[in-house]
């Protein structure tokens, strides 16, 4: 079974901090993703990633920076948090090549920034 | 990024009832699909779909791949309580996913 892990479940947070989010896949996966979830509107792609040290810009990548130093991990970084970053994240890995449609997430992190 | 119009946004399921939920495109994707989101979880994929005019089942649910391949719907038969939950579309091109705002499924009182 495919194991997406995120670091913490709930996250509560000060505007200016600086916040790192961790996820980790078990599955030797090329592809890892971060994405925001907003009621009603759906998963908004962040940034993704489809190796080591590589990066690609999402749909919404303003405020948020990606780390990708191992494979299995993939880190999230807001650097200056900011209330509008109040939201759900979730992280997604897949394999490369013609199954790379076959996203699988973790639980997600809730995150708060007062 | 690429829009997705899924509808209804919300809806009350009573057991035993038919649900049908759809979803629009103005952009072609190579292969729709469909997540479950159950609470407080991430989403977890239900039905892939490879081919324009494909129709597949997976127990209660089935889904059709549009023949434009601008559209998906997916029905769930026979619905029971758990299957409750924030049902998503999905379009993949390019290695990435563009997803719908989500259909959410409560049971009525």
């Known amino acids: 079974d495919v194991k997406v892990t995120q670091s913490s479940r709930y996250l509560v947070k000060r505007t200016g901090e600086k916040v790192f989010l961790e996820c980790v896949q078990d599955?030797?996966?090329?592809?890892m993703f971060w994405y925001r979830q907003d009621p009603g509107l759906g998963l908004r792609l962040i940034y993704f990633?489809?190796?080591?040290?590589?990066?690609e810009k999402g749909d919404i990548p303003e405020g948020y920076s990606v780390s990708r130093e191992k494979k299995e991990r993939f880190s999230l970084i807001l650097e200056s948090a900011s209330t509008n970053q109040t939201s759900m994240y979730l992280c997604?890995?897949?394999?490369?090549?013609?199954?790379?449609?076959?996203?699988?997430f973790g639980p997600g992190t809730r995150l708060t920034v007062l | 990024g690429q829009q997705l119009n899924q509808s209804p946004q919300s809806m009350f399921i009573q057991e035993g009832e038919d649900v049908s939920m759809n979803c629009t495109s103005s952009?072609?994707?190579?292969?729709w699909l469909w997540y479950k989101q159950d609470p407080g979880e991430g989403p977890v994929l239900l039905i892939a779909?490879?081919?324009?005019?494909e129709l597949t089942s997976n127990g209660r649910l089935t889904a059709q791949f549009g023949i434009t391949r601008k559209d998906s719907f997916l029905n769930i038969s026979a619905s029971i309580p758990s299957d409750v939950g924030i049902y998503f579309c999905?379009?993949?091109?390019?290695?990435?996913?563009?997803f719908g705002a989500g259909t959410t499924v409560t049971v009525r009182a």
């Open positions: 997604a890995s897949s394999v490369e090549g013609l199954e790379s449609d076959t996203q699988y």
């Open positions: 599955m030797d996966h090329e592809n």
């Open positions: 990633s489809y190796d080591v040290k590589m990066k």
């Open positions: 952009s072609i994707f190579n292969t």
């Open positions: 779909l490879y081919k324009a005019g």
């Open positions: 999905a379009g993949h091109n390019d290695y990435k996913l563009s």
